[in-house]
């Protein structure tokens, strides 16, 4: 199993701070933003890490990270020259790969829990987690029947079939390439990882599991304000 920290983007929601620095490089309380999903995947045993930076702040993200080697692991680092959609990533990263399964996991994603088992007892298709959120309508969205099993995956619906979340951890196999490079671009023109894991579901090898703890997608102010009190919180009571 490789990993994959999706690093790029412009941040506009979270202008002026990401005017001058890359979204994933601001502060979490005590760290960088990045090293919160970083953990993620290496408490799961993931020592082959690939991270996508956008072009302005490759440099900020080899001097922060390095090579890999001061957490037990190897870097490899790829440039997203523009946002291209978050299923792009499997085609940045297809050498990388090499037929391998991925866990990919955006780079502004904080996870309470820990995905060892969930990671490691990964068999293939893929594997997406949720979670119950208030506002549905800002994400993926999953529908399921009354046997509790997904029947389809809708992106920012206006009315939503539930308020369960796709958040930003997938696992894959080895086909995700070929599969991304198949997905026609959407209006916006990018590739989006709603329609790939739609591919995984409609083979019937999509599995959704369940976020138990915290998750937060530290994309706006006010979600920021949320993991920094959260992590500041957690850090204390371990003094």
């Not at 939503?160 to 086909?175: E, N, Q, R």
């Amino acid at each position: 199993m490789k990993g994959i920290i999706l690093a790029g983007g412009s941040g506009t929601r979270l202008r002026p701070l990401t005017t001058i620095t890359s979204k994933q490089l601001l502060p979490i309380y005590n760290k960088p933003m990045i090293l919160y999903p970083l953990q993620t995947l290496l408490t799961a045993g993931i020592r082959e890490v690939l991270i996508i930076v956008a072009p302005n702040n490759a440099g900020d993200f080899l001097k922060l990270l390095g090579s890999g080697k001061e957490y037990g692991c190897k870097f490899t680092y790829e440039i997203q020259d523009k946002p291209g959609g978050l299923a792009e990533a499997f085609i940045i990263g297809e050498s990388f790969l090499r037929h391998d399964d991925v866990s990919l996991i955006l780079g502004d994603n904080i996870y309470e829990d820990d995905f060892s088992e969930a990671i490691q007892s990964f068999q293939g298709g893929g594997r997406v987690f949720a979670k119950q959120v208030p506002d549905p309508e800002r994400f993926g969205v999953v529908e399921f029947d009354e046997q509790r099993r997904a029947v389809s995956i809708v992106e920012k619906p206006a009315e939503p079939k539930s308020d369960y979340a796709v958040t930003g951890l997938y696992i894959y196999d080895k086909t995700v390439v070929e599969k991304t490079k198949n997905l026609a671009p959407s209006e916006r023109g990018e590739l989006e990882i709603t329609d790939l894991n739609n591919v995984y579901l409609k083979e019937g090898s999509l599995d959704v599991a369940f976020v138990k703890g915290h998750w937060f997608d530290t994309g706006t102010f006010e979600s920021m304000y949320e993991a920094i009190t959260f992590v500041r919180g957690r850090e204390l009571a371990n003094q």
